[in-house]
């Protein structure tokens, strides 16, 4: 299996643009999740899906972030328009509920640079 | 809310020694406990798991613990090498919720 997949790996953009970052999670697995990772912050809980739904969004930052997840094997985290407090590094995570543990999988990230 | 604390913030050893990492957290109400490694500009790799009804977890030289009661967590790294100079996290789950709240690491230098 080739793991959690993200894609860009590094954005750079300039502030009011819009951003989109992408994830395809491990095939088979039923739970994705959306965090993000600062310096001053550590890792947070955006917002994650069951079996494409969107169960908890409380993490997300403010309407200018939005996710999707269209099916199992895709989904994709907005930000529109973007800032240069959105600059982090946004990971994308998955997990299956049937398994014992639930252990959850990271992707490399997308580091995002919001000039 | 759940807080997890990771002490110390950073670490540096000579090659071969063994050493512990730990982990504290707020609430004893856990599901699971994790720990990461993080490589400079990397993603998180996930060393070791331990359920809530577990005690320990043991993977090659690595020896994950686990307190509930006192809400700690530590990791034994054996024999430590160059190669495990990384970032090491724990995040633990709480009952039914399925996120992560992680602390903010211990970054472990071992020096040849």
């Known amino acids: 299996d080739a793991g959690v997949i993200q894609s860009p790996r590094h954005e750079v953009t300039e502030m009011g643009q819009e951003v989109t970052l992408r994830c395809k999670p491990i095939?088979?697995?039923?739970?994705l999740f959306w965090y993000r990772q600062t310096m001053m912050r550590g890792l947070e809980l955006l917002i994650y899906?069951?079996?494409?739904?969107?169960?908890?969004d409380s993490g997300m930052p403010e309407d200018r972030f939005s996710a999707k997840m269209p099916n199992a094997s895709f989904s994709t985290l907005k930000i529109q328009p973007s800032e240069p407090r959105d600059s982090a590094v946004y990971f994308c995570a998955s997990s299956y509920l049937a398994g014992e543990a639930n252990e959850q999988f990271f992707g490399p990230g997308t580091r995002l640079t919001v000039l | 809310k759940q807080e997890v604390t990771q002490i110390p913030a950073a670490l540096s050893v000579p090659e071969g020694e063994n050493l512990v990492l730990n982990c504290s957290f707020t609430?004893?109400?856990?599901?699971?406990l994790q720990w990461f490694r993080q490589d400079p500009g990397k993603g998180l790799t996930s060393l070791l798991l331990?359920?809530?009804?577990?005690r320990e977890q043991t993977s090659g030289r690595l020896n994950a613990s686990l307190d509930k009661s006192s809400g700690r967590s530590t990791l034994y790294i054996a024999a430590s090498q160059p190669g495990d100079s990384a970032t090491y996290l724990c995040a633990v789950r709480r009952g039914s919720a399925r996120q992560l709240t992680f602390g903010s690491g211990t970054q472990l230098t071992v020096l040849p």
């Open positions: 095939s088979g697995h039923d739970y």
């Open positions: 899906f069951n079996n494409n739904v969107p169960i908890d």
């Open positions: 331990i359920q809530s009804s577990q």
């Open positions: 609430d004893s109400a856990i599901y699971n």
